[in-house]
C-alpha cells in the first residue's frame, strides 16, 4: 500500500487564490521530504527540501515567498501555491526518505489554475 | 537543475521485442534509479544500482552502470503492453543529502 499520500488529488482554483497540498508519510517519520513539480510530458524538477523543524531548502530559480514550504511534523509537510497563476499549473509530487535507500513518492497532485 | 539526460526521449517498439532506454549523468553519485510513472499518475520504483555495482536484475528488468562513463542503461525483455510508460532514471549525488535529480526520461510505447 501507499506509504506516502498526498491531498487533495486534483485541484482547481481561481488566479491569485492559494493552495494548500499536505504530503503525509503514513508509517514512518520524515525529517526531510522533497517537492516536486512536473508539467506535461516533461521530467520531474525539484523545488525544494522541507526540513522539519527548520526552513526548507529551494532550488535555484524557485522562488520561496511563492511556494511556501511548512513541515510541520515528522509526518506532514505542506506547499502552499500562494497567489496562483495559469502558468503554476502543473503536477506537484512529494517523496519521503525512509532510508538511505528508500525513498518514496506521492501520487502527485494535479493543480489547475483558471 | 537536471543531472543529466536519457535517450531515447521517446521508444516505440512491438510487445514481445526489448525495450533499452540510455541515461547519463553529470556527478559523482551515491546511487542511480528507476522509476516507471504512467501518464498523469505517481512513480513506481523500479529498481535502485549503487556506485560500486555494475549490473543488477529484477524479473525482466536489466539495469548497468558505468561509472566511468557517468551512464546508465535500463533493458526491459519481452515488452508487454502493460510496459507502455514513462521512465526516469534519478541520481542520489553525493553531496546532495537524500534528494533525487531525474533525468529528461523516455517514452515507451508497446505496440500489441
Known amino acids: 500500500g501507499a506509504v506516502v499520500s498526498q491531498h487533495p488529488s486534483r485541484v482547481i482554483c481561481k488566479s491569485g487564490t492559494s493552495v494548500k497540498i499536505e504530503c503525509r508519510s503514513l508509517?514512518?517519520?520524515?525529517?526531510?521530504m522533497f517537492w516536486y513539480r512536473q508539467f506535461p510530458k516533461q521530467s520531474l524538477m525539484l523545488m525544494a527540501t522541507?526540513?522539519?523543524?527548520?526552513?526548507?531548502?529551494?532550488e535555484q530559480g524557485v522562488e520561496k515567498d511563492k511556494f511556501l514550504i511548512n513541515h510541520a511534523s515528522l509526518t506532514l509537510s505542506t506547499l502552499t501555491v500562494t497567489s496562483a497563476h495559469p502558468e503554476d499549473s502543473s503536477f506537484y509530487i512529494c517523496?519521503?526518505?525512509?532510508?538511505?535507500?528508500?525513498?518514496?513518492f506521492g501520487p502527485g497532485t494535479r493543480l489547475t489554475v483558471t | 537543475s537536471q543531472q543529466g539526460e536519457e535517450d531515447p526521449q521517446a521508444l516505440s517498439i512491438q510487445e514481445g521485442e526489448n525495450a533499452t532506454m540510455n541515461c547519463s549523468y553529470k556527478?559523482?553519485?551515491?546511487?542511480l534509479q528507476w522509476y516507471r510513472q504512467n501518464s498523469g499518475r505517481g512513480l513506481v520504483h523500479l529498481i535502485l544500482?549503487?556506485?560500486?555495482?555494475r549490473e543488477k536484475h529484477s524479473g525482466r528488468l536489466r539495469v548497468t552502470l558505468d561509472t566511468s562513463k557517468k551512464s546508465s542503461s535500463l533493458l526491459i525483455t519481452a515488452s508487454r503492453a502493460a510496459d507502455t510508460a514513462s521512465y526516469f532514471c534519478?541520481?542520489?549525488?553525493?553531496?546532495?543529502?537524500?534528494?533525487?535529480?531525474f533525468g529528461q526520461g523516455t517514452r515507451l510505447t508497446i505496440n500489441p
Open positions: 534519478a541520481t542520489k549525488i553525493i553531496q546532495g543529502a537524500q534528494k533525487l535529480v
Open positions: 522541507s526540513n522539519e523543524g527548520s526552513k526548507a531548502t529551494y
Open positions: 508509517d514512518f517519520q520524515a525529517t526531510t
Open positions: 517523496s519521503a526518505p525512509r532510508s538511505s535507500y528508500e525513498q518514496y
Open positions: 544500482i549503487r556506485s560500486n555495482e
Open positions: 556527478t559523482s553519485i551515491n546511487n
